[in-house]
């Protein structure tokens, strides 16, 4: 596998992902992740609404038109946590790739992109990389996005480090089927698959106490 893929996926990398749980954190306060089974239920929706609802504007901002798709997305993302972590995430992935790669086109992103929305940045990021594919891209993507959700659900106590890697382990045949069933789609095919998730979400900045920003 190509080590910069690899080196963009590793945890270490410093993109922030760390600092949100993608709307879990309420969903476990509103006892929605009681058990492993409900957990699991949860992430395959997860993946089903990453896969659905980002991956799309990846693909266009793959494809050369990262300011459209940046545009779409925010029009997109109309939960207003969701729309801040993802323009948060996206900021923090556009520094640490700029200083990784060092490549002028990657320093221009971040003035060319309005909102600088996760997927967007990733997909054009990595369009800049001729080694990196578009699959590529698009499955370090899903599995960044997944991995982070779940490793937030270990540091809320809902499942412990070494039963989640199972619990991830079973979630590969739903992230293929995904991004199966996902390519080719672009932004504006983009759609929302887990209401559950979604009102978890926006109700995040009302929880008593937070971990998480979103």
Known sequence: MN???????????PAGAFAHSGGLEA???LGLLRGEAQL????????????LGALPFLHDAHAGDAKRADVAAQVFLSNHVAQRASQAQGKAFLLAAEATLEVAKVTALRDALPHSHLA??????????????????????LFSTVRSALSSVVRLGVVGPLRAQAVMRGLHPVMEQALLESRGLRGEDA????????????????????????
């Open 27 to 29: 969903l476990h306060q």
């Open 3 to 13: 080590a910069l893929l690899l080196q963009l996926t590793d945890s270490g990398f």
């Open 40 to 51: 699991r239920a949860r992430l395959v929706e997860f993946t089903w609404h990453a896969a």
């Open 120 to 141: 967007v940045a990733y997909g054009a990021v990595l369009a800049t990389q001729p080694s990196i594919s578009l699959d590529e891209a698009r499955q370090a993507f």
């Open 191 to 214: 759609v929302s698959v887990s209401p559950w998730l979604e009102t978890a979400q926006a109700a995040h900045d009302r929880l008593y106490s937070r971990l998480f920003q979103s």
